[in-house]
């Protein structure tokens, strides 16, 4: 799912709101629907079903507190909510790591690259706010125009998880399989 086919579905309560302005919060809804798809993946896997439910609630914590920090009267409000938009940001990245296994290293580097593009508009939007610098070191965050995976490359290929394989167990039983293995 590109980005710019993704636009076209989205509602136009969000798209005349405001806030739509805020190109990263068009990010991070854009992840958290790309994050269904990588959830429902991790979600056939036993193994990766609590890790699924972590990183589809951080993921929707990202876009959830870029509009809660916007409707905020203070900056210092403000920034507090695009703090922890950011903590999400970078929590989500790591729930992607640990699933790696699962979703695959496409996948898994694709949208590690696009939170780490939303923690980067983050970072500066967060000083702006607040009026002073975070504890961050700039050097490891270069804007996504010197990162290695420029943003219009995140946007437009988009690789999506593959069905697990059918040597996966399967999360779902029922009590009439368990009785006939038992007797």
Not at 143 to 166: F, H, I, K, R, Y
Request: proline share 5%.
């Amino acid at each position: 799912m590109k980005f710019n086919e993704w636009l076209k579905s989205v509602p136009r309560e969000f798209t005349e709101d405001p806030l739509w302005k805020i190109s990263v919060y068009q990010m991070a809804l854009y992840a958290t629907d790309l994050g269904w798809h990588d959830v429902t993946c991790l979600m056939r896997d036993r193994r990766t079903l609590d890790l699924s439910s972590q990183m589809y609630e951080a993921l929707g914590s990202v876009a959830a507190n870029i509009s809660e920090g916007y409707s905020r009267g203070s900056n210092k409000d403000r920034t507090r909510f695009y703090e922890y938009a950011l903590g999400s940001a970078r929590e989500s990245r790591g729930w992607y790591y640990k699933g790696r296994h699962v979703l695959g290293e496409r996948v898994t580097m694709h949208r590690i690259a696009l939170l780490t593009s939303i923690t980067k508009s983050l970072l500066c939007i967060v000083p702006d706010e607040r009026g002073y610098t975070l504890h961050d070191a700039p050097a490891p965050y270069a804007s996504p125009e010197q990162s290695n995976a420029p943003l219009t490359t995140l946007l437009e290929d988009v690789p999506m998880p593959q069905s697990p394989e059918t040597h996966h167990a399967s999360r779902i039983t029922t009590d009439a399989h368990h009785a006939s293995r038992i007797t």
